[in-house]
């Protein structure tokens, strides 16, 4: 009934690396504690500040870190963020996540370190390109232990989408003090 073939961990005691603690970052790192990880996080700009939870270097959080999620806005400062150098310092064991922009990534420096075994896994969201151009290199990876891709979604539950219009609706409201 069960199926032992593969190896698969909890999160109980894993390190939790954020890139990014704005308010996802921050709804990201409640959910991981409830798991039982430590969570450490880089703030991009170092305005967010989140107590509670360690703020480190950025090469701090590559070298410790089991998982890596970003949350963070596309900028000068995070374009190509996450490049050969930064899967590099990472653990082989790192699963990554991509959950902010696609150019914060370079593809081709992902699609190495899966390749190479310089981090065990990713789940990515977003691409630099969408939908996903025939040339992509993570197609090269056709592995789905290895990644996952899915189709820009993440922010798009039916729900998620109902309250973004009315958002939409409040502001309109507001603007014409109605």
Request: hydrophobic share 40%; glycine share 8%; charged share 20%.
């Amino acid at each position: 009934f069960s199926h032992f073939g593969m190896n698969f961990h909890e999160l109980h005691g894993m390190t939790w690396g954020i890139i990014g603690m704005g308010n996802i970052g921050k709804r990201v790192a409640q959910i991981a504690s409830c798991f039982g990880c430590r969570i450490i996080y880089y703030s991009t700009t170092g305005h967010n500040t989140q107590a509670g939870y360690e703020c480190v270097s950025f090469d701090r959080l590559l070298s410790e870190s089991d998982i890596v999620s970003v949350h963070a806005p596309l900028n000068d400062s995070t374009r190509g963020l996450m490049n050969r150098d930064a899967f590099s310092r990472m653990k082989e064991s790192a699963i990554f996540i991509n959950v902010g922009r696609g150019p914060i990534v370079v593809e081709e420096d992902l699609a190495a370190a899966l390749e190479e075994g310089q981090i065990a896994a990713a789940g990515i969201d977003v691409l630099c390109k969408e939908p996903m151009s025939a040339d992509n290199p993570l197609r090269r990876i056709t592995d789905s232990s290895r990644l996952i891709i899915t189709p820009h979604i993440a922010w798009a539950p039916q729900e998620a989408r109902k309250r973004l219009m009315d958002m939409v609706l409040d502001n309109i409201r507001n603007y014409y003090n109605i």
